[in-house]
């Protein structure tokens, strides 16, 4: 068989639409993904209007048409009985509230319906550029093989480990955990966020009634406390969560995740092209990080031009490197401030009060945060 186009490593939503958008451009395409299915991640499912822009872009909208519920605006609360609204459609595009699993099983179902390929259960172990082709080394189960591209789009997430991205390894630091809930009392498409001393708790409900809660939690890796006591300690900390809460029933286990490899800039591999976390990891908080990957194709179609496939793949990836830049530096670095803040147990609630109470502050942090930029 002919070698494909291109290979791209991570069958999550930035390697998704990076293969999606390079068949769009008439790429044979091969995605790698080490799992068997889209396996449940520690994420809190909530796609900013921008991200709902690029899945319409790449043709994916119609397929979730059954299972996205529109989020409009989301409510916050802090300690000390604080609470805000904030708006979140732009230019009367709303968020959106999918299951991850969901977002991921539609990307994959409308990729092969283009006629792009996804080899499940395949590790890739290492690559190795050699002149203008990629030689990558997989894994199928425990058979070794490999395969040869000129193109490698590089979207391994957030602990990359073939970006070249150095992960410092901290003990403390910020833990992401989640678990899905029934009976939360608050509607589909709700989104709240509850702001405590150690983090955050956000809440997001599907269209089929279950909610999503996913916390960011500040601790030391040694930290023996189950997700569980730490979720106990918010809604003893916060009573919007506890009335939020009283009424739910846990449906699956908690997954955690941390320390968390935060980014201040993309960072820029010899070579393959990085997508979504791979490229660089931003805050939750922010809501972001699915738009950033949903974004990977889209950047790849603006980095392409009108010369395709055909021009060099070394020139493609300085200007797609140039559009990732331009897009979300300021964002990430506007981000490294604000986990500053709210990680200050002074600043922290004056800093939210002042943000929802101020509406030039709260225009100005949404366009930061969730600007829909072409
Ligand atoms: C606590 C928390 C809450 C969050 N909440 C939100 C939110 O509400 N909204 C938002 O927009 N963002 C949120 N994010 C960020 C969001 O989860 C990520 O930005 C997003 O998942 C990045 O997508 P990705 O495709 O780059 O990586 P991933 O989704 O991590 O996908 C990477 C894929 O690569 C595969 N892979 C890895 N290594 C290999 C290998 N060697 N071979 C083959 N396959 C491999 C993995 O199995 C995985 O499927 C949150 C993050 C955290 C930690």
């Given at each position: 068989?002919?070698?494909?186009?291109?290979l791209i490593v991570g069958?999550g939503p930035a390697g998704?639409?990076a293969?999606?958008?390079?068949?769009?451009?008439?790429?044979?395409?091969?995605?790698l993904?080490q799992?068997?299915?889209?396996?449940?991640?520690?994420?809190?499912?909530?796609?900013?209007?921008?991200?709902?822009?690029?899945?319409?872009?790449?043709?994916?909208?119609?397929?979730?048409?059954?299972?996205?519920?529109?989020?409009?605006?989301?409510?916050?609360?802090?300690?000390?009985?604080?609470?805000?609204?904030?708006?979140?459609?732009?230019?009367?595009?709303?968020?959106?509230?999918?299951?991850?699993?969901?977002?991921?099983?539609?990307?994959?179902?409308?990729?092969?319906?283009?006629?792009?390929?996804?080899?499940?259960?395949?590790r890739v172990t290492g690559a190795e550029r050699?002149?203008?082709?990629w030689?990558v080394?997989?894994?199928?189960?425990?058979?070794?093989?490999?395969?040869?591209?000129?193109?490698l789009v590089v979207a391994d997430g957030r602990f990359s480990s073939l970006s070249g991205r150095r992960v410092s390894k901290t003990?403390?630091g910020w833990?992401g955990?989640?678990?899905?809930?029934?009976?939360?009392?608050?509607?589909?498409?709700?989104?709240?966020?509850?702001?405590?001393?150690?983090?955050?708790?956000?809440?997001?409900?599907?269209?089929?009634?279950?909610?999503?809660?996913?916390?960011?939690?500040?601790?030391?890796?040694?930290?023996?406390?189950?997700?569980?006591?730490?979720?106990?300690?918010?809604?003893?900390?916060?009573?919007?969560?506890?009335?939020?809460?009283?009424?739910?029933?846990?449906?699956?286990?908690?997954?955690?995740v941390g320390p968390l490899p935060f980014s201040r800039r993309m960072w820029t591999a010899d070579g393959p092209l990085l997508g979504g976390d791979a490229a660089a990891v931003g805050d939750p908080?922010?809501?972001e990080g699915?738009?950033r990957a949903?974004g990977t194709?889209?950047a790849?179609?603006?980095?392409?031009?009108?010369?395709?496939?055909?021009?060099?793949?070394?020139?493609?990836s300085d200007?797609y490197n140039a559009?990732w830049r331009?897009r979300y530096h300021?964002r990430l670095r506007?981000g490294t401030?604000?986990r500053?803040?709210?990680?200050?147990?002074?600043?922290?609630?004056?800093?939210?009060?002042?943000?929802?109470?101020?509406?030039?502050?709260?225009?100005?942090?949404?366009?930061?945060?969730?600007?829909?930029?072409?």
């Amino acid at each position: 068989m002919a070698p494909p186009d291109a290979l791209i490593v991570g069958a999550g939503p930035a390697g998704l639409s990076a293969a999606i958008a390079l068949r769009a451009a008439g790429a044979d395409v091969i995605v790698l993904e080490q799992h068997p299915s889209p396996p449940p991640r520690v994420c809190g499912a909530f796609i900013n209007p921008e991200g709902a822009a690029h899945l319409e872009t790449l043709g994916v909208m119609p397929r979730l048409s059954d299972a996205a519920a529109p989020v409009t605006d989301a409510t916050l609360t802090w300690a000390g009985g604080g609470r805000g609204r904030v708006p979140i459609a732009r230019s009367a595009r709303a968020g959106l509230a999918v299951p991850r699993p969901v977002l991921e099983r539609a990307m994959a179902e409308h990729l092969a319906a283009v006629g792009g390929r996804i080899r499940w259960n395949a590790r890739v172990t290492g690559a190795e550029r050699r002149g203008c082709i990629w030689a990558v080394e997989v894994m199928s189960g425990t058979v070794p093989d490999r395969l040869v591209a000129p193109w490698l789009v590089v979207a391994d997430g957030r602990f990359s480990s073939l970006s070249g991205r150095r992960v410092s390894k901290t003990r403390a630091g910020w833990f992401g955990w989640n678990a899905s809930f029934t009976g939360v009392d608050q509607p589909p498409g709700a989104l709240s966020l509850h702001f405590g001393r150690h983090g955050y708790v956000g809440l997001l409900t599907f269209l089929d009634g279950t909610t999503n809660v996913c916390g960011l939690t500040r601790r030391d890796a040694a930290a023996t406390a189950s997700w569980e006591a730490v979720l106990a300690e918010a809604i003893d900390e916060l009573p919007a969560l506890s009335s939020l809460l009283r009424p739910a029933t846990r449906v699956d286990a908690f997954r955690g995740v941390g320390p968390l490899p935060f980014s201040r800039r993309m960072w820029t591999a010899d070579g393959p092209l990085l997508g979504g976390d791979a490229a660089a990891v931003g805050d939750p908080y922010m809501g972001e990080g699915i738009s950033r990957a949903l974004g990977t194709g889209p950047a790849l179609t603006a980095a392409l031009g009108r010369g395709g496939l055909e021009g060099s793949p070394l020139a493609m990836s300085d200007r797609y490197n140039a559009v990732w830049r331009h897009r979300y530096h300021p964002r990430l670095r506007f981000g490294t401030v604000a986990r500053w803040m709210l990680g200050h147990p002074r600043l922290s609630p004056s800093a939210l009060t002042q943000v929802v109470s101020h509406p030039f502050l709260l225009r100005l942090v949404l366009s930061l945060t969730h600007a829909t930029r072409s």
